[in-house]
Each structure stands twice: as structure tokens, then as C-alpha cells.
């Protein structure tokens, strides 16, 4: 199948497909049809060609229907599909439309289907699945949240990078949450090396454990302490040193002359 871009009518059927599944709680395999049906009808997209001497066609990867892909799989396929476009943005008008498509598109895989994001409290389907104009509309302040668009765009300036790419494609887990709605930690290159050598564990492609906690403070090292607390990437350090410039072993070394939880009994002892 060629890569397309949903039309303004394609968006508002899809939201409303999204809509549906939360506020009657479609069946699974009815939903999924439902998806499959939008993604393929051509009233409610276009295809994306490009221009040149003649139009050509870019055609989209297939997936296995499961929901258990792994993260960096999925977005080095997409990737490789949109590596045409130079500018990818979600602000690119160009590309209007293209990634409500592709959520649309992974989701006839099932590869986004999870309760935990279609069944919100608030009666409102996941802003994981938005894209483009539709989602600044929907609301902009959580576009971060969109599963592909801004890690595509890491994955292209940092392609050394591994914490982000973890998991599977259908969780989305506190990492991500807390890196990827600070633009000042995820636009530099430094930091994103930095968060590597601190969370990711080699030997098993994922995350570092006590990495994450929901009780930062009394859990010394955890990313969101480093990335919340005012001593460290919440505050000061942004305020005293240019860390968009610095480098990796640069922020790392001031890390260990500005606090005491290197000495502590946790994963951090490992740069010492």
C-alpha cells in the first residue's frame, strides 16, 4: 500500500471512529475493521507522491498483526518510508494529514490497540493516535504525546540513541513521558546520550531498573528526579550552564561534581 495522508473528512471520521470505541466500547474486532475500512477507502485520504519527473509512489511497510512489536522496529520502517521528505515536522504543511494517517494505518495491526489508550477517564480517546492540524486543534500542549511524529524526528538527529526506543510501540511508560514533554532535554544531543549511559541496559535492549519511580524524591538517580529536581535538569543547571552545547562526558563530569547520589547504593554508582 502507498503511503497516504487523510483528507480534513478522513480525520474527523477517524477521531470519530476513536470516539465510538470509548464511549460504546466497540468490539475489538469490529473496531479494527472499522480502521482497516478508513485506512483503505479513498474518499477520505490521498496519496503522498513526489514531484519530480515523473510521480513516484512510496510504498508502506507491513507489520504481523500483534501488539508485542518492538518500538525501534516499527519507527526504523517508518522511517525508512519518510526518509524522502527532508522536512517532517508536524508543523509541515505538506505533510498535513500524513500522520493521523499513520497512526491509522499501524493501528489496522493492531499495533496501538490498548485499552489503556482508547478507555480514558475523561471519555476521550488517547492523543496518542493525532496528528497535524488535528491535534494542535485537539490540544497542541500534549502533540508530544503522538507516537510517531516526535520520535521519528529523534530517531533522524540522534540515530545512536536507545532509552526512547525501548518497549513496544502500543505502551508509552514514564521515559517517555518525562523526556519527551521537556523539549529543552529531548533537543539536546548531549543530554539524550547522557540519559543513555544512566538508563539503558545493553545487555537486555531496555531500561535500567528503579530507573523510573513515582517517588522521586526517596528514589535517589530515578530519571524523573534528575529531570524534575531543581539541583539538576529541572532548574539550576539549565539556569548556570549551556548543557544545548555540552557534551556528553562534559554533562556527565558535571553530574559528578554537583551531587552526592553517585555515592549512593544505586545505578548510578556505576560511573564512579
Not at 14 to 34: A, C, R
Not at 68 to 76: A, D, E, I, T, W
Not at 184 to 194: E, V
Request: with cysteine; charged share 30%.
Amino acid at each position: 500500500m502507498e503511503l497516504r495522508a487523510f483528507t480534513r473528512k478522513g480525520r474527523e471520521k477517524f477521531k470519530y471512529i476513536l470516539d465510538e470505541k470509548v464511549n460504546k466500547e466497540t468490539p475489538k474486532d469490529d473496531f479494527i475493521k472499522e480502521i482497516k475500512k478508513l485506512v483503505n477507502d479513498p474518499d477520505q485520504s490521498t496519496w503522498i507522491r513526489i514531484r519530480s519527473s515523473q510521480d513516484k509512489e512510496i510504498r508502506m511497510p507491513k507489520f504481523e498483526t500483534n501488539n508485542n512489536l518492538k518500538r525501534s522496529n516499527v519507527l526504523k520502517k517508518i522511517n525508512k518510508t519518510l526518509e524522502i521528505f527532508e522536512d517532517i515536522t508536524l508543523e509541515n504543511s505538506k505533510l498535513k494529514g500524513m500522520w493521523t494517517w499513520l497512526s491509522a494505518y499501524l493501528l489496522q495491526y493492531e499495533i496501538f490497540y490498548s485499552d489503556s489508550y482508547l478507555n480514558k477517564d475523561d471519555g476521550q480517546p488517547s492523543h496518542i493516535f493525532y496528528g497535524d492540524f488535528d491535534l494542535k486543534e485537539y490540544d497542541y500542549k500534549r502533540s508530544y504525546r503522538h507516537n510517531i511524529f516526535l520520535l521519528i524526528q529523534i530517531m533522524r538527529e540522534n540515530p545512536s540513541h536507545k532509552l526512547l526506543f525501548t518497549g513496544t510501540v502500543d505502551s508509552w511508560g514514564d521515559i517517555r513521558e518525562q523526556i519527551l514533554s521537556r523539549p529543552q532535554i529531548y533537543r539536546s544531543k548531549g543530554i539524550l546520550a547522557f540519559l543513555d549511559k544512566l538508563y539503558y541496559e545493553s545487555s537486555t535492549a531496555g531500561i535500567k531498573s528503579r530507573a523510573t519511580s513515582n517517588k522521586p524524591k526517596e528514589t535517589a538517580g530515578c530519571l524523573r528526579r534528575v529531570l524534575t529536581a531543581s539541583s539538576y535538569l529541572g532548574s539550576q543547571f539549565f539556569h548556570t550552564y549551556n548543557l544545548q552545547e555540552m557534551s556528553v562526558d562534559e554533562i556527565e563530569n558535571l553530574f559528578k561534581s554537583s551531587t552526592t547520589e553517585f555515592d549512593q547504593d544505586n545505578f548510578l554508582k556505576d560511573f564512579k
